[in-house]
């Protein structure tokens, strides 16, 4: 989890070579429309305050109350989000075990959600690798659902392509590979709003909805037409995205001054039950705290779960 001085220093040349100026602000919600999809790849600036605070050895880990919408009817739950930097290998795209100047540097959010329905327990967990050095779409993202009855997993690789593998044990969706066009990715939206929230699009988008939601309700695995607005506040800014086709609505309310803390998401879907019925899934943050959690493995630290106020 740790980045080594030597590839930060590499890393801060990288920086120091290029910047991105911002954009003056003057649509009616306070902030530009942003429709293009970072197909063309720049160097971001990186500040000294985001190099304190992401690159210290130490993760986010914020904990959330979740109420879940799952067969028509509301779960109350738990979800986690794990924030941390890392050094990732460009071709195989998974976690360099070494550090070296040929790693890229990503932004990876690991995301829980546990939730019962009825008798049986949901667990599902999201993963989003974004580059930090440079704009561009995230560079893979993976989802699993586990429950009783079986589980799903779907994997997303960014190559010339977005490749894709999805394995299900639902008929007609067991063993599926396809190639997509770039193009917006739900997923990789939250890791943008905490690399720089200013990059976020808005505007009408062709956009791949988020993993989990494609799996739990079995959509088809594609683009969909969605409208985005950012309503920038003087203490939460709220990141709002429409699905029209889909009647779908995600709103992610945000800290609008760095570090930019996710403080809590709701979700709006129609009810496969009643297509009349709209339930609303909320997740409100309850703890959070900057912890090498990796190495407080042994049973001495168990006890750091009641500061998240986790079971």
Known sequence: MNVSNYTLLFILLIFISGCNSS?????????????????????????TEFKDYWFDGKAEITSYKLMQERYGEIREGTAVNIFVTEEF????????????????????????KNFNTGIYPYAIMSSSFSPISTTGH?????????????????????????????????????DQKLSLQKTWLEDELWNLIRINPEELPTGDLSVIPSF???????????????????????????????????????QLFFKSRFPYEIEKWEEVNVSKQNDTLRLR?????RNRMKIDYWNKNRNEFTHLRDSLDLM
């Open 212 to 250: 989990e939601y494609i799996r739990l309700r079995h959509k088809e695995i594609k683009e969909y037409k969605a409208f985005a607005n950012l309503k920038q506040g003087d203490s939460i800014t709220v990141y709002t995205l429409n699905y029209i086709d889909l009647q779908r609505q995600l």
């Open 281 to 285: 899934t909320t997740a409100t943050k």
């Open 89 to 112: 290998l460009p071709e195989e795209q998974v976690k360099a075990n070494t550090s070296s100047t040929t790693n890229s540097l990503v932004m990876k959010l690991n995301q829980m």
């Open 23 to 47: 954009e003056e602000k003057n649509s009616p919600t306070g902030v530009e429309n942003k429709t293009n999809d970072l197909q063309t790849k720049t160097s971001r600036n990186i500040s």
């Open 138 to 174: 995230a560079l893979k993202i993976s989802n699993s659902v586990q429950e009783w009855c079986g589980q799903v997993y779907m994997q997303l690789n960014n190559r010339n392509d977005f490749e894709i593998e999805a394995h299900s044990y639902f008929e007609g969706e067991a």
